[in-house]
């Protein structure tokens, strides 16, 4: 990212030059952007001080040149300490590795090109955005993909210089603490710290399906070379345009472009605010398929159904509901699926141990599966969806989609308790059971089952498969939610 990849081996005036370069790029992604007005560029030096160490007294004026330098100093001295903390937590996790760890920082600034200082300033933005609306969501979806992508530099660093880790530890955990240290205060809480790893993981996901979405304005961000997307000078920002030139491009497009050079340069800074209002005004003609969707929060709390069902306030949350169809029919579904509150696109690592062995089997083998493996959405599927409960207290609703061959089976093995069981697997049963339909059932007499669980065979789009429902209770829905929708 430009003057981010400075050399700590390199003349020192030239690490003060590539530092504060760092710095102040760092600072004006969430801030102001670049101006030739001295008095602008003096308002966000004062930021840039605040932000490296603030000023608890302030003594006799001191010349521009004298706080300049004695910042440029501080700034310094805090790479160093850094990089030294790192290096420490690198030789306490790694007496077994027997490798040439003291070799990770050479040549790089900190593994990534990105001091720890641009990285918490990064991870600042994000919350930032999420917690206090500073930044809009285009701008916030491309910091996350950002965030994600320096994560898995740091992981690519430490698997070339690293062959084999200890037992408990991995590449990934590992790049999740570095990053973790470089939002961390000195002073920071064990119990504090666990809460930023869980937040940083979180960030980490969100940023990873954003990468990896086709249905989305980020389809290009997700492709476009690390080389680009880990540089914004001038230089870069038109490299990055050019790039975007030569494949096909739509509306969404043009406003990827235009949030890439005011969230990256500050070239012809327009205030976030305004930026927002020029997208909601329709000028960029964005529809609904790149629009804001709906967000999930913490699953304990009541203000999780509030957001999910569209009740409370979008920014409020965490979880964003997307859809891996194509474009001419992405745009019905994700309609679709914020009209009627429905989350889609399941995390399918997760979902064997929530649906149980028969369950994945019969989804992964079914012909939506099959669909999306075509078009290499392997890591999603829309195969899993969930309807959230109206209130707080109410069941909500799972579908998943199986094969022909498998549903039929199921058929057979649902005619009994033992079948059923194997069929939804532990957790899901239970989860039924806690339902209020079953409970309704259960103190009505009622034996005709349908409403809790069904299977159907419908012919149309995916004649090949046929449709499991299962009605889940509250809590464990919440549960379901939190563990598949990352």
């Known amino acids: ?51 490296i160490g603030p000023s608890k007294a302030r003594s006799k004026p001191k010349s521009c040149k004298d706080v300049e330098s004695k910042h440029l100093s501080k700034f310094i001295a805090m790479l160093q300490d850094q990089q030294a903390n790192t290096q420490t937590f690198i030789e306490e996790k790694s007496p077994k590795w027997r490798e040439n760890y003291t ?11 990105l001091t720890f200082t641009s990285i918490g300033q990064l991870s600042r933005c994000i919350d930032n955005s999420e917690d206090e609306e500073i930044l809009n969501s285009m701008r916030r979806r491309i910091f996350l993909v950002m ?3 320096i994560k898995e530099k740091i992981k690519k660093r430490i698997q070339n210089l690293i062959k084999k880790l200890p037992n408990g530890t991995t590449y990934q955990s590992l790049a999740i603490s570095i990053v973790v240290d470089s939002t961390c205060e000195s002073d920071v809480t064990q119990d504090e710290r666990l ?41 870069e920002y038109n490299m990055i345009r050019e790039y975007l030139t030569t494949t096909p491009r739509s509306e969404a497009h043009s406003a990827l472009v235009v949030d890439l050079k005011n969230a990256f340069l500050g070239a012809d800074t327009i205030e976030d605010a305004q930026l927002d209002t020029i997208i909601e005004s329709g000028e960029l003609r964005l529809d609904q398929l790149h629009a804001e969707r709906p967000r999930m929060p913490e699953m304990s709390s009541k203000n999780a159904l509030l957001s999910f069902t569209g009740q409370g306030s979008p920014t409020d949350g965490r979880m964003e509901i997307e859809s891996s169809r194509e ?145 889940l209770g509250y809590e464990m829905g919440l549960k379901f939610f939190q563990s598949v929708y990352p």
């Open 103 to 113: 070799l990770f920082w050479e040549n790089t600034s900190f593994s990534t090109g």
């Open 147 to 149: 965030f994600f992508f």
């Open 327 to 471: 474009q001419s029919e992405g745009s019905t579904c994700q309609t679709e699926a914020i009209k009627e509150n429905i989350a889609i696109m399941a995390e399918v690592c997760r979902l064997e141990s929530a649906l149980g062995a028969h369950c994945f089997k019969g989804m992964d083998a079914s012909y939506r599966r099959s669909q999306e493996k075509d078009t290499r959405v392997l890591r999603f599927t829309n195969a899993v969806r969930l309807h959230a409960a109206c209130r707080e207290g109410e069941d909500f609703k799972l579908e998943v989609w199986l094969s022909r061959p498998i549903g039929l089976i199921s058929q057979t093995m649902m005619t009994s308790v033992e079948g059923l069981i194997d069929v939804l697997g532990d957790y899901l049963f239970r989860a039924m059971k806690s339902s209020n339909c079953w409970k309704e059932h259960e103190r009505d007499g009622i034996q005709d089952l349908t409403s809790v669980f069904n299977l159907s065979f419908e012919n149309g789009k995916d004649e090949n498969d046929c449709r499991l429902q299962v009605t």
């Open 1 to 51: 990212m430009g003057g981010l990849c400075s050399r700590l081996d390199t003349e020192q005036m030239t690490i003060v030059r590539r530092s504060v370069a760092d710095l102040v790029l760092a600072h004006l992604i969430g801030s102001l952007g670049q101006s030739n007005s001295t008095e602008v560029s003096k308002l966000q030096l004062k930021k840039i001080s605040r932000h």
């Open 195 to 235: 809460r930023i790893t869980e937040k940083t993981n979180r960030k980490m996901r969100i940023g990873e399906r954003y990468a990896q979405l086709r249905d989305d304005m980020l389809l290009k961000l997700g492709r476009l070379p690390a080389a680009l997307i880990e540089k914004c000078t001038q230089n």
